[in-house]
């Protein structure tokens, strides 16, 4: 069945063209200052979406082995690094006593795009 165009009044397609606009304008507004509709709310969802990234360019076994990552947020960007892990003369593990690198990556909270990632030295 072909779409046919129903006629709609000229006076009723003059207000909806005007309504729609400030409705959908007034939305927009209501939910830009509402931070649960933000695309990374919580540090758990930076965390997944670094991981991910990281592990494209890194490698999973790379990433994996800098867990747990750890996320702040500051001015509505997501800074999130890795663990660094070493042993010492008795060869046990320890963490952040040693020199070298992890991951890290910035990601916007609001959309979510990652902005950098690299890994330190």
């Known amino acids: 069945m072909p779409l046919r165009w129903c006629k709609v009044p000229r006076m009723k397609r003059h207000s909806f063209s005007i309504i729609a606009p400030v ?4 939305g927009a507004l209501a939910q830009s200052g509402n931070p649960a509709s933000a695309a990374v709310p919580d540090e758990a969802t ?3 979406l670094a991981e991910n990234a990281l ?9 994996g082995s800098e867990r747990p990552f750890r996320a702040t947020l500051t001015k509505g960007i997501w800074h999130v690094g ?7 003369k008795q060869g046990n593990v320890i963490t952040n006593a040693c020199v ?6 910035d990601i916007r909270q609001s959309d979510g795009r990652v902005l950098k990632m690299g890994h330190t030295k």
């Open 46 to 48: 930076a965390v997944t």
């Open 55 to 63: 592990a494209k360019v890194y490698g999973k076994k790379k990433i």
């Open 23 to 26: 409705v959908i304008a007034v």
């Open 100 to 105: 070298g690198g992890v991951a890290m990556a």
């Open 82 to 88: 890795g663990t660094l892990y070493c042993k010492d």
